[in-house]
């Protein structure tokens, strides 16, 4: 007994102590490249050579197009690919449910929805955008939440409520920029989701909210984890479930707002994430699966945001398009198996 | 030591628990009876998972309701019937038992470790602790969890039916884990289906019915008095084969 005790001990410490494995290399590289390649690459390609000038000071051209146009977009995608995986992941794991995430259960329309309100009333005011966005995103998330504990408080009914509120919030915002044309110059980019002509004015107020977001995020993982094990377990491990479900819509609403705020409706970012991450890692701690959520999210994010640049050059197409175009069929794959997944679930 | 005054929990018009008192000391306490009788509910109450209106639960002379979640966890284990499978290895699962003990950052400390290790020791779940929830059987499972009880370390655990869905061999080993509990002095209270289980396991049985307690005895007196034979249709002997696996059998 005590040699198995003993090796158990051994197998148990080294399993904490072991470094994170090779993904979060990988994650870091292609983010890392993806950045560069993002700086360089677009509808005006700045050469290498141009980009050290640029730094040095010695090409003003370069300097204004990296400087005003790029670094802008790189930071913009970084910070919605990380707060909309990490909303979607939140979202799936405070509900048990593969199929939440902002776009999903309405959180995207609400804050889509004000924004577009609050761009009539206060047309051109970047500030009036992004609290619109998260008033939005905010009353839609309390709004689920009232809906789902009325009929019972059963998780599922969440995500009904959730699918319900986004259809109803869709319809008026098209209505609104139907009336009003001017409202949102480009329509079909906040729709689909586009990081064109992203600004660094625009970033300002959005990116402290995302950054405040994931911090909450990593604060939080461990009560998701605990909340994983069900109610009844999580209450005896003095996990304040009730409290915990809402800060987590709270947090999740923030980030998802923020996001749209920056870059329009996103819609299956929040949902193929947490899943890519989950399929790479397998089994893991919340800690992890955040960190590993927020850096795929900003990889596949600034990926995205670069196809949608060079493809079709010197056309640009919303980077929600590839998106989408990664989304669908993997959303499909996870109705698919679905049926698989409840009975493990429920197990 | 558990004290229930006069307990009551209703559902819309139907009372699921109707005006129970119990007193539970140190030691094996069985809940039984038929399906839909409030045994999983009473256990609830007791841990303070439902609100209830009328009645009281004292806890060592304290009412439950007064405490906050942490200072429960602390002095309570729910082991509940149906349990989700998550998506962690199994070693962190039984981590989650140190959570009550844990500050706002979560790290362990050496004590949580100690903790930890212990109850995989006591649940013989060496072997398991690496491997993915989801991938361990029914019976597996049953002890992670049955460990992840263990490394909560509290002075009263509440079992709901632990044995149920296990294969024999899995019953005897998490009946074992129950006795060897019961040896460090811990207060167990235990919801069971299985009349041999429940008889040969506790030191006193809780008989419920339509969300009353009918009767509470030592399993010896319950046999004598008739009662289960009352509510089950059945009734139990002493099973003097030294060869047998239960002190009781079951009889018509």
């Known amino acids: 007994m005590s040699t198995s005790l003993t090796s158990s001990t051994k197998k148990t410490t080294s399993n904490k102590n072991k470094p994170l494995p090779w993904l979060i290399w990988a994650l870091l590289g292609a983010f890392l490249v993806l950045i560069f390649l993002s700086i360089i690459f677009g509808s005006s390609s700045v050469s290498l050579k141009e980009l050290i000038e640029a730094i040095k000071g010695e090409n003003d051209t370069a300097a204004l197009i990296v400087t005003y146009i790029r670094i802008p977009r790189v930071i913009a995608s970084i ?58 995103a905010f009353f839609t998330s309390i709004m689920i939440y009232g809906i789902a504990k009325l009929s019972g408080a059963a998780r599922g009914t969440i995500i009904l409520a959730g699918v319900a509120i986004s259809g109803l919030f869709s319809a008026l915002t098209n209505t609104i920029i139907e009336l009003y044309p001017s409202t949102i110059l480009n329509r079909a980019s906040f729709s689909v989701g586009s990081l064109k002509n992203i600004t660094l004015d625009q970033l300002k107020i959005a990116v402290p909210l995302i950054i405040i977001g994931l911090i909450a995020a990593f604060l939080i993982a461990s009560s998701l984890s605990v909340l994983s094990l069900g109610d009844d377990v999580a209450s005896s491990l003095g996990l304040n479930v009730k409290a ?59 990926l995205c945001d670069l196809l949608a640049r060079v493809l079709f050059k010197p056309y640009e197409l919303p980077v929600g398009i590839f998106l989408a175009v990664i989304g669908v069929p993997f959303f499909l794959f996870l109705l698919f198996s679905r049926g698989r997944r409840d009975r493990l679930d429920t197990n | 030591m558990i004290q229930i005054n006069d307990l009551s929990y209703k559902i819309g018009d139907k009372k699921i628990l109707d005006s129970v008192c119990l007193k539970i000391d140190k030691g094996i306490t069985a809940i039984i009876g038929p399906n839909g009788s409030g045994k999983t509910t009473l256990l609830k109450a007791i841990e303070g998972l439902i609100e209830f209106k009328e009645g009281e639960v004292l806890i060592d002379g304290e009412k439950q309701d007064k405490k906050t979640r942490k200072e429960r966890a602390l002095m309570m284990t729910y082991f509940p019937q149906f349990r989700p499978v998550p998506q962690i290895e199994a070693e962190l699962l039984i981590e989650h038992g140190r959570f009550p003990y844990t500050g706002f950052q979560k790290k ?15 649940t013989d779940t060496y072997a398991l602790v690496n491997k993915k929830v989801s991938r361990l059987s029914g019976g597996e499972r049953q002890k992670i969890y049955i460990a992840t009880a263990l490394a909560q370390d509290t002075d009263i655990i509440l079992f709901d039916e632990p044995t149920t869905y296990l294969d024999l061999s899995y019953q005897l080993e998490v009946l074992e884990i129950i006795k060897s509990l019961k040896s460090e002095g811990k207060t167990i209270v235990v919801v069971l289906h299985d009349l041999i289980e429940a ?23 319950m046999i004598v008095s008739g009662i289960i034979k009352d509510v089950f249709h059945s009734s139990l002997v002493k099973d003097d084969d030294s060869n047998s696996v ?7």
């Not at chain 2, 239960?246 to 018509?252: S, V």
């Open chain 1, 244 to 302: 915990t479900r809402f800060i987590s819509l709270l947090i999740s609403a923030l980030l998802a707002s923020a996001a749209v705020a920056i870059g329009g409706l996103l819609s299956f970012l929040g949902l193929i994430a947490p899943h890519i991450v989950r399929k790479l890692i397998g089994v893991s701690n919340y800690k992890r699966l955040v960190l590993h959520t927020m850096i795929f999210g900003a990889d596949i994010t600034l």
């Open chain 2, 199 to 221: 008889f040969s396991l506790s030191d006193q049985i809780v008989l419920m019915n339509d969300g009353k307690i009918i009767s509470i005895g030592t399993p010896e007196s």
């Open chain 2, 108 to 122: 362990m400390s050496e004590k949580d470790q100690e903790a930890i290790q212990k109850a995989i020791e006591s």
């Open chain 2, 246 to 252: 239960f002190k009781y059998k079951l009889i018509k």
């Open chain 1, 79 to 136: 910070a919605v690919g990380a707060a909309l995986g990490c909303s979607g992941l939140i979202l799936q794991s405070m509900l048990n449910n593969s199929l939440a995430s902002p776009g999903i259960i309405g959180i995207n329309s609400g804050a889509g929805l004000v924004v577009v309100v609050v761009s009539l009333i206060f047309p051109g005011s970047l500030i009036a955008r992004a609290i619109g966005a998260f008033i939005g």
